[in-house]
């Protein structure tokens, strides 16, 4: 007899796999062996997992049509099968997907929209906090600052993109307009939800940069020069007070001390 582990793994297969027969042992009603209220029951779990990543993916679906994400959203669901009862953590994987699915390759673009709306789904369901207040930083003194490190939202995400994909997102959203865009311009993107609603943010050139060196723990001054590294114009003052203005800082520390709103 099938362990129950075995029996659960062969279910899963044929559930995902028409092309596998029934597994052994289930009956209908009657005590008897139903292929056709089983084959009903696969198509409905394949239903329902391909309409939880059109929910997660609007705008990649609004740009590659219904018919077109439906039957990639069929394959992704072939190789990569929900590993946790929690669906919101389902299609985590599919941005990743995308770019080897031969089909999509006409939309260079698709997988950076994708994984905008996966950070923005990361984002909805991190953590809360609270922005610091910023009159908190007057007590902190000019030769302070570069060893100062930033405390940032635990829902803040940074993304880089060769093609203009935060654009392309926000016209394809709920209310977006689409339009001619160059392919050339790419773009980085801070998302973040300070409060109730998710921000994306366009960040200048050296931003992601210093983000993700604040991320890592490090001080202002480094961050500051993994910044100029990327781009030699970059203005601490300016992306600092933009940090703020978006909600991404929840607190800071000074050596031992460590302030928070």
Same mark, same amino acid.
Not at 59 to 66: F, Y
Not at 102 to 110: I, V
Not at 237 to 253: E, H, I, P, Q, Y
């Given at each position: 007899?099938?362990?129950?582990?075995?029996?659960?793994?062969?279910?899963?297969?044929?559930? +995902?796999?028409?092309?596998?027969?029934?597994?052994? =042992?289930?009956?209908?009603?009657?005590?008897?062996?139903? !292929?056709?209220?089983?084959?009903?029951?696969r198509n409905n779990v394949v239903v329902? +997992?391909?309409?939880?990543?059109?929910?997660?993916?609007?705008?990649?679906?609004?740009?590659?049509? #219904?018919?077109?994400?439906?039957?990639?959203?069929?394959?992704?669901?072939?190789?990569?099968? !929900?590993?946790?009862?929690?669906?919101?953590?389902?299609?985590? =994987? +599919?941005?990743?997907?995308?770019?080897?699915?031969?089909?999509?390759? @006409?939309?260079?673009?698709?997988?950076?929209?994708?994984?905008?709306?996966?950070?923005?789904?990361?984002?909805?369901? #991190?953590?809360?906090?609270?922005?610091?207040?910023?009159?908190?930083?007057?007590?902190?003194?000019?030769?302070?600052?570069?060893?100062?490190?930033?405390?940032?939202?635990?829902?803040?995400? $940074?993304?880089?993109?060769?093609? !203009?994909?935060?654009?392309?997102?926000?016209?394809?959203?709920?209310? @977006?307009?689409?339009?001619?865009v160059d392919l050339a311009a790419g773009e980085d993107a801070l998302?973040?939800?300070? &409060?109730?609603? $998710?921000?994306?943010? +366009?960040?200048?050139?050296?931003?992601?940069?210093?983000?993700?060196?604040?991320?890592? =723990?490090?001080?202002?001054?480094?961050?500051?020069?993994?910044?100029?590294?990327?781009?030699?114009?970059?203005?601490?003052? &300016?992306?600092?007070?933009?940090?703020?203005?978006? =909600?991404?800082?929840? @607190?800071?520390?000074?050596?031992?001390?460590?302030?928070?709103?």
């Amino acid at each position: 007899m099938q362990q129950l582990a075995e029996r659960q793994r062969d279910f899963a297969a044929a559930l +995902l796999d028409p092309g596998l027969p029934m597994p052994d =042992g289930l009956v209908g009603p009657d005590g008897e062996p139903d !292929p056709k209220r089983f084959a009903v029951y696969r198509n409905n779990v394949v239903v329902s +997992l391909i309409e939880a990543l059109v929910d997660a993916f609007p705008a990649v679906h609004r740009i590659a049509g #219904a018919d077109f994400f439906r039957a990639m959203a069929r394959a992704y669901i072939m190789v990569q099968p !929900p590993r946790s009862p929690i669906m919101l953590d389902y299609g985590a =994987g +599919l941005p990743e997907f995308i770019r080897s699915f031969e089909p999509a390759a @006409g939309l260079p673009y698709l997988e950076d929209v994708a994984r905008i709306e996966r950070a923005w789904a990361e984002a909805y369901h #991190a953590p809360e906090a609270s922005p610091i207040d910023p009159s908190a930083f007057s007590e902190v003194a000019p030769d302070q600052l570069p060893a100062m490190q930033l405390e940032l939202h635990p829902s803040h995400r $940074v993304l880089r993109s060769q093609f !203009p994909a935060v654009t392309i997102w926000q016209m394809n959203i709920a209310g @977006g307009v689409p339009a001619p865009v160059d392919l050339a311009a790419g773009e980085d993107a801070l998302i973040v939800r300070p &409060a109730a609603d $998710v921000e994306v943010r +366009l960040i200048p050139k050296g931003s992601l940069e210093f983000i993700r060196a604040l991320s890592d =723990g490090k001080p202002v001054l480094a961050a500051l020069e993994a910044a100029l590294t990327a781009n030699s114009r970059f203005d601490l003052t &300016a992306n600092l007070c933009d940090l703020l203005r978006a =909600g991404a800082v929840v @607190g800071f520390s000074l050596g031992r001390e460590a302030t928070r709103s």
